[in-house]
């Protein structure tokens, strides 16, 4: 449980982190467009003035422009950079993870043997008692020998009882245990697509954006001409 509910903080922090991501960028392309608005109306103001302001505006505009392009394409060098520390990290923690795994297995394994030993000794060790019990009673009395047979077919059943209480046990954790692995696999193919599905959806937005800085870049082109 604690390992479980350490796995979920942990998925709420990133999706918390996802989405003050998410809202930084917007911020900062809504900030970009006022930027942009601003200065193509400080342009068209200045054209209708002098032509020679207007010359040192697009010259001052370009290299603004330059300037936001190679912030906006270093913010993607760094995003990307921390996705793939990311993807590192939680492929080391699942390595860990089914290190810690196997060594509970083999831990739970060696218990289980050790058990069976002892119980294997504690039986032997119980039948030899009661045939002994059984030679004693039988050469003092001989009405004693059903009572034994009796008692003897008594212990058996109960053993037997044990014996199918402790396999009932072990198939039920053993199906426990493949029920929480099935939905564990589950959990990690959907966070999968949910990570490809946003990654798709930053491509898309990038490739509309590159879309429009070349059709605004040719309407000032057009206007230059």
């Known amino acids: 449980r604690r390992r479980l509910a350490r796995v979920r903080a942990l998925r709420r922090r990133r999706r918390l982190a996802a989405l003050r991501r998410k809202r930084h960028l917007a911020r ?6 006022r930027r942009r608005l601003a200065a193509l109306r400080r342009k068209r103001h200045l054209a209708r003035v002098r032509a020679l302001k207007r010359r040192r505006r697009l010259a001052a505009l370009r290299r603004r422009r330059a300037l936001q392009r190679r912030r906006y394409l270093a913010s993607i060098r760094a995003l990307k950079r921390r996705q793939r520390l990311a993807r590192l990290r939680a492929i080391q923690r699942r390595r860990a993870l089914l290190r810690l795994r196997a060594q509970q297995r083999r831990r739970r394994l060696v218990a289980l043997r050790r058990r069976r030993r002892l119980a294997a000794l504690r039986r ?3 039948l030899a008692r009661v045939r002994a019990l059984q030679r004693r009673r039988r050469l003092a009395r001989l009405r004693a020998i ?4 009796r008692l003897a077919a008594l212990r058996r059943r109960r053993r037997l009882a044990r014996l199918r209480a402790i396999k009932r046990a072990r198939r039920l954790a053993a199906l426990r245990r493949r029920r929480h692995l099935a939905a564990l696999r589950r959990r990690r193919h959907l966070a999968a697509l ?6 798709a959806h930053l491509r898309r937005l990038r490739i509309a954006r590159q879309r429009r800085i070349a059709h605004q870049r040719r309407l000032a082109h057009q206007r230059r001409m």
Do not use: E, P
Request: hydrophobic share 25%; aromatic share 0%.
């Open 146 to 149: 059903q009572r034994a047979r």
């Open 28 to 33: 900062v392309r809504a900030l970009r467009r």
């Open 124 to 126: 032997r060790r119980h």
């Open 194 to 199: 949910r990570r490809r599905r946003r990654l």
